[in-house]
């Protein structure tokens, strides 16, 4: 049997308003369709997507995996659903490096291209980057 390759790309999405709104959202819908388009032509035809959420307020503060019916990860066309799942808040907690710290710890496929996207709302600030 031949060696397929395959990607698993995971959205690291702070929550705050930017990435909740309507204009956001289908910056992200365009950017998956671009990144399954690009993958298609360099024959990587299986790729799944997954979404972490972090950042926000309360119970939203720690960055969260977003499942549906218990699955992490999902195919391009049902990711689209998992970013409605994204809780803004006004609030910036942010912490990126906890965030992808727990991203590179989710059961990736053997082989697979491990690809993190982060998607943030306000400037990259070396304070942000501090493990809390």
């Known amino acids: 049997e031949s060696f397929k390759p395959t990607a698993d790309i995971v959205f690291l999405a702070e929550a705050n308003d930017c990435n909740t709104d309507t204009f956001k959202k289908s910056i992200l819908r365009t950017l998956v369709s671009s ?3 690009e993958f298609k032509h360099n024959s990587i035809n299986d790729v799944q997507f997954a ?3 972090f950042g926000g307020s309360n119970e939203f503060t720690h960055p969260e995996i977003v499942t549906s019916n218990g699955k992490i990860f999902t195919t391009a066309q049902d990711i689209y659903s998992y970013f409605d799942h ?3 808040s006004n609030q910036s907690s942010m912490d990126v490096l906890t965030a992808i710290t727990k ?6 496929r053997p082989g697979a291209l ?3 996207v982060l998607s943030l709302c306000g400037n990259c ?7 809390k």
């Open 35 to 37: 990144i399954t388009t």
């Open 125 to 131: 600030e070396i304070d942000s980057l501090k493990v």
């Open 51 to 53: 979404l972490m959420s």
């Open 86 to 88: 994204i809780k803004a």
């Open 103 to 108: 991203a590179s710890k989710l059961i990736f």
């Open 114 to 116: 491990k690809i993190f």
